[in-house]
């Protein structure tokens, strides 16, 4: 089933060398072996590959290498038919190797955080992109908006330790907001989900719908009403991309029209498949490892599967 929407996804790009499996960190002077790892494209490259690889049309708005990092990012895009039509060329590929151990993961990047420029003549049904992009590109954000586009943001994890209710002001051209747990709580400045959900609203003037990711405890989601959905219980191999597949999930499901409950439990199923393979983008599921899923896993009674199982409808599995 394609939704026939054109979906966008506009941020940074990286070559993630992705090591998975780590028993312990690693020890200078020590050389350890792991038993899985992988060679792809991340960043915002995570969120387009989980789109594309549910057969959905995508375009990735990003900064891309004209080097040999950026040759190994521009290959797997093309073997996911990830659309770079509004790519911009730079000299050097961002590169990030991350290390995953324990259910987290640590990472050492080189390079740019910089995002794409959003073109004028191009009309998505939905775009994903962090704040800071949002913020860099509001001019055309807005014409989007007033066309129609549907607008899902993200924010990262503040290294300055500021937290600057600032930096949340493009959250006034949002219209879906998934923060994580730990980075809401920061902004927030207090220690419950659910207050501060409510405290955001009053520090930003914004009518998004704000979806908070809680790793293994799932999400809570704080729009027309406060609710919870568990996540699915599932072997952690490397948590890299959960929350990219995360918001791919709730992209495609918003742009094919999905009830909030829908949505949020698509993105569900994908986040939690994500993390039990290495590598992001290349750990997302297709459309037939979803219909799989769906008959063989055990998912929460909670979930609302009316999208996820019209979405897979009429594949053999």
């Given at each position: 089933?394609?939704?026939?929407?054109?979906?966008?996804?506009?941020?940074?790009?990286?070559l993630?060398?992705?090591?998975?499996?780590?028993?312990?960190?690693?020890?200078?002077?020590?050389?350890?072996?792991?038993?899985?790892?992988?060679?792809?494209?991340?960043?915002?490259?995570?969120q387009?590959?989980?789109?594309?690889?549910?057969?959905?049309?995508?375009?990735?708005?990003?900064r891309?290498?004209?080097?040999?990092?950026?040759?190994?990012?521009?290959?797997?895009?093309?073997?996911?038919?990830?659309?770079?039509?509004?790519?911009?060329?730079?000299?050097?590929q961002?590169?990030?190797?991350?290390?995953?151990?324990?259910?987290?993961?640590?990472?050492?990047?080189?390079?740019?955080?910089?995002?794409?420029?959003?073109?004028?003549?191009?009309?998505?049904?939905?775009?994903?992109?962090?704040?800071?992009a949002?913020?860099?590109?509001?001019?055309?954000?807005?014409?989007?908006?007033?066309?129609?586009?549907?607008?899902?943001?993200?924010?990262?994890?503040?290294?300055?330790?500021?937290?600057?209710?600032?930096d949340?002001?493009?959250?006034?051209?949002?219209?879906?907001?998934?923060?994580?747990?730990?980075?809401?709580?920061?902004?927030?400045?207090?220690?419950?989900?659910?207050?501060?959900?409510?405290?955001?609203?009053?520090?930003?003037?914004?009518?998004?719908?704000?979806?908070?990711?809680?790793?293994a405890?799932?999400?809570?989601?704080?729009?027309?009403?406060?609710?919870?959905?568990?996540?699915?219980?599932?072997?952690?191999?490397?948590?890299?991309?959960?929350?990219?597949?995360?918001?791919?999930?709730?992209?495609?499901?918003?742009a094919?029209?999905?009830?909030?409950?829908?949505?949020?439990?698509?993105?569900?199923?994908?986040?939690?498949?994500?993390?039990?393979?290495?590598?992001?983008?290349?750990?997302?599921?297709?459309?037939?490892?979803?219909?799989?899923?769906?008959?063989?896993?055990?998912?929460?009674?909670?979930?609302?599967?009316?999208?996820?199982?019209?979405?897979?409808?009429?594949?053999?599995?």
């Amino acid at each position: 089933m394609s939704t026939g929407a054109q979906i966008a996804v506009c941020g940074p790009t990286f070559l993630d060398v992705v090591m998975a499996g780590m028993k312990e960190p690693p020890r200078l002077g020590a050389e350890m072996w792991v038993d899985s790892s992988a060679l792809t494209a991340g960043g915002a490259a995570n969120q387009a590959v989980a789109v594309a690889r549910l057969s959905q049309p995508v375009e990735l708005i990003t900064r891309l290498g004209s080097d040999r990092a950026g040759g190994v990012v521009r290959d797997v895009l093309r073997e996911n038919n990830v659309g770079t039509s509004y790519a911009t060329a730079v000299d050097h590929q961002s590169i990030t190797v991350s290390l995953a151990w324990g259910g987290d993961r640590a990472m050492v990047t080189h390079g740019s955080d910089e995002g794409g420029v959003l073109p004028e003549d191009f009309t998505p049904a939905v775009l994903i992109a962090d704040l800071r992009a949002i913020g860099a590109n509001a001019e055309v954000v807005r014409k989007w908006r007033a066309r129609g586009t549907k607008v899902i943001g993200d924010v990262g994890w503040d290294d300055s330790g500021a937290w600057r209710t600032k930096d949340l002001e493009p959250l006034a051209l949002c219209d879906y907001f998934v923060p994580n747990e730990a980075e809401i709580l920061h902004y927030a400045r207090c220690y419950d989900v659910r207050e501060a959900i409510s405290m955001l609203h009053q520090l930003v003037e914004t009518d998004a719908q704000i979806i908070v990711t809680r790793g293994a405890r799932g999400v809570a989601f704080g729009g027309s009403g406060y609710w919870t959905l568990p996540a699915l219980e599932v072997d952690v191999v490397d948590p890299t991309g959960a929350g990219d597949s995360f918001s791919a999930g709730l992209a495609v499901a918003v742009a094919a029209g999905a009830t909030d409950r829908e949505a949020v439990s698509f993105a569900l199923l994908l986040g939690g498949m994500s993390v039990s393979k290495p590598g992001g983008a290349g750990s997302t599921p297709t459309l037939k490892e979803l219909a799989t899923a769906l008959n063989e896993m055990e998912i929460p009674a909670a979930y609302d599967l009316g999208f996820a199982r019209k979405i897979v409808s009429g594949l053999s599995v």
